[in-house]
């Protein structure tokens, strides 16, 4: 059977920066709505929303205290209703985030936990311990313990894997899983077209009592995913979920955040034959290489280069695994993760390059705004801009290593998450048209990228990607078998076939003049980025240069 999804092409919006409609510094709801037109030139044909829940806004919106209604800086519902008709009207379909692992410590279900021990909420979250002993030495992703002090003094404490205003839900209890349920289908019910399941690979854990060996046994907390990622009880507990519901809307795109799932469990999380999730998302593409990295203070958000070569191995074996089962997810970025033109591209060029690599192979494309432009992370000057101790902890040990406070700013502002958040710039005015205020995430831009002046440039990052964009939905591209080629660690080529049709996608990785020999029935030029010569099967790439070359169809 055929769904909407499977020709996807993805917009991720953080609404919090893509237009701010009622200048408060904030994006909105209403702000998407007026840049309809824009996405429909773009030529997606799906938004994804980052949650737009009431929140206390801990962990932007992560932290949901109400589930049934619109966080007033974003919005009301009549406007979230008023947003998904009007991006359906254009064609567009609208998959919204859907926070499953925890809710915030201010939902009416953890307030009543705390409030009284005897409160049915209580084993809606996860309490242990007793006598104020922690029961393991597991850590958080946030730094620190997963465990906080039950705040009504009891001498227990509560699970939180992210920050410890976000309490994880207690999966185990049935009524747990059927309040979430309720709450997707109350959002399917108002016509949206696809849920994002964040964090769901985290919803079960391990016996509580086991803590994880260190060298000498210290309590200091670890990151122990083996005890709280991909247990198989994940799957036991999501697929009745999943299926009810498929049953009830078997339109709706389930599409699962599972960081990090390696191919073998992407299989097990996306084959039809578990009825679970369509597509996952997995942070496994890319692998950093260390050459660069200090060894005198912490590498974490010190600069690191991708490592093509296994980026290369990555994706071929996650295209050549899942095909037949289920459509990988191509990205190159998300709020998650520095931005491609920071992180990777050092040029347009190679970020054109990268774009037409990473999207033309078999899978659903999801590009995350600003990315279309060639936006580059916010500049932060001040380490209190990231909000964040692990950037303070950074800073503080690379200038214990000699390094400059300004030197070890610029660092994490080039690697760290919340500098890829940056407001939406649509022209050149103060605040780049996306508010009449100063923006919530203020900090410098690094670039002149900005919508009115790529529109009106036939040479723009922003052309290119509508290219590229109608290109993708092509069927070659979309249902065509994927052929990675052989080639040394500076080009990047594949190949795809549907039918008669075929294509072949030509990369140069590398900062010189590249040659590679390919099959001179492919001459036909489908986009480009960068330049390039080819004659009679032998192409060259200028640096860091693409091609999509088709086969001459018989005449
Ligand atoms: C994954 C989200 O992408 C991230 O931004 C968030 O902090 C965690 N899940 C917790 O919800």
Redesign the pocket.
């Given at each position: 059977m055929k769904h909407w999804y499977d020709h996807a092409i993805i917009y991720q919006i953080y609404p919090k920066s893509f237009q701010d409609s009622n200048n408060d510094g904030i994006g909105d709801l209403n702000g998407i709505r007026k840049r309809i037109p824009y996405l429909k030139k773009l030529g997606i044909n799906a938004v994804w929303l980052?949650?737009v829940f009431v929140s206390p806004q801990v962990?932007?919106g992560?932290?949901v205290s109400n589930y049934f209604a619109i966080d007033s800086h974003m919005g009301t519902m009549q406007d979230m209703e008023n947003l998904i008709h009007d991006l359906h009207q254009a064609g567009i379909h609208v998959i919204m985030?859907f926070?499953l692992?925890?809710t915030s410590d201010q939902h009416p279900w953890f307030q009543d936990a705390i409030k009284d021990p005897n409160s049915i909420y209580r084993d809606y979250y996860i309490f242990a311990g007793h006598d104020n002993q922690r029961p393991n030495n597991w850590g958080s992703?946030?730094g620190g313990s997963v465990w906080q002090a039950d705040p009504a003094n009891t001498g227990q404490f509560y699970f939180h894997?992210?920050?410890k205003r976000?309490p994880d839900l207690n999966w185990k209890n049935p009524e747990v899983r059927h309040a979430m349920l309720e709450v997707a289908e109350y959002w399917l019910k108002k016509g949206i077209d696809g849920l994002r399941l964040?964090?769901f690979i985290h919803i079960a854990k391990a016996d509580l009592r086991q803590s994880y060996p260190t060298k000498n046994n210290s309590s200091k907390p670890v990151v122990a995913e083996p005890f709280f990622a991909n247990l198989p009880q994940v799957q036991e507990w999501l697929r009745p979920f999943c299926e009810r519901i498929k049953q009830d809307y078997p339109e709706c795109l389930l599409l699962g955040?599972a960081?990090s799932a390696n191919v073998n469990l992407a299989v097990d999380y996306t084959t039809k034959r578990n009825h679970l999730m369509d597509s996952v998302i997995t942070f496994r593409y890319f692998t950093e290489k260390d050459d660069d990295v200090n060894k005198d203070f912490p590498a974490n958000y010190q600069p690191k280069q991708l490592d093509m070569t296994a980026f290369k191995q990555n994706q071929t074996v996650w295209q050549q695994t899942l095909a037949g089962i289920s459509r990988p997810v191509l990205y190159w970025g998300?709020?998650?993760m520095a931005r491609l033109r920071t992180r990777v591209a050092k040029n347009n060029v190679e970020a054109e390059s990268l774009a037409m690599l990473m999207y033309l192979q078999r899978g659903i494309p999801i590009i995350y705004y600003g990315e279309e432009l060639g936006l580059q992370n916010l500049k932060f000057d001040k380490v209190e801009q990231f909000n964040d101790k692990t950037v303070k902890d950074f800073v503080q040990a690379a200038q214990d290593a000699g390094l400059s406070y300004e030197d070890a700013v610029e660092m994490a502002s080039q690697t760290h998450?919340l500098p890829a958040r940056g407001p939406m710039p649509w022209n050149n005015e103060q605040y780049h048209g996306f508010s009449s205020v100063t923006p919530w995430l203020d900090g410098e831009k690094r670039d002149q990228a900005c919508v009115v002046e790529e529109e009106n440039n036939l040479e723009s990052v922003l052309n290119f990607y509508k290219k590229m964009i109608a290109l993708k939905k092509e069927p070659l591209f979309q249902d065509g078998n994927y052929y990675m080629l052989a080639t040394d660690e500076k080009s990047y080529i594949y190949q795809r076939k549907l039918g008669d049709e075929e294509a072949i996608v030509a990369v140069s990785l590398s900062s010189e003049k590249e040659q590679v020999t390919i099959p001179t029935v492919f001459n036909n030029e489908l986009l480009k980025a960068g330049q390039y010569n080819l004659n009679n099967g032998n192409l060259t790439l200028m640096p860091y240069a693409g091609v999509v070359l088709k086969k001459q169809s018989k005449e």
């Open positions: 980052n949650p962990d932007n992560y932290d985030d926070v692992n925890h992703f946030f894997l992210f920050d976000m964040d964090a955040e960081a998300n709020h998650d998450k």
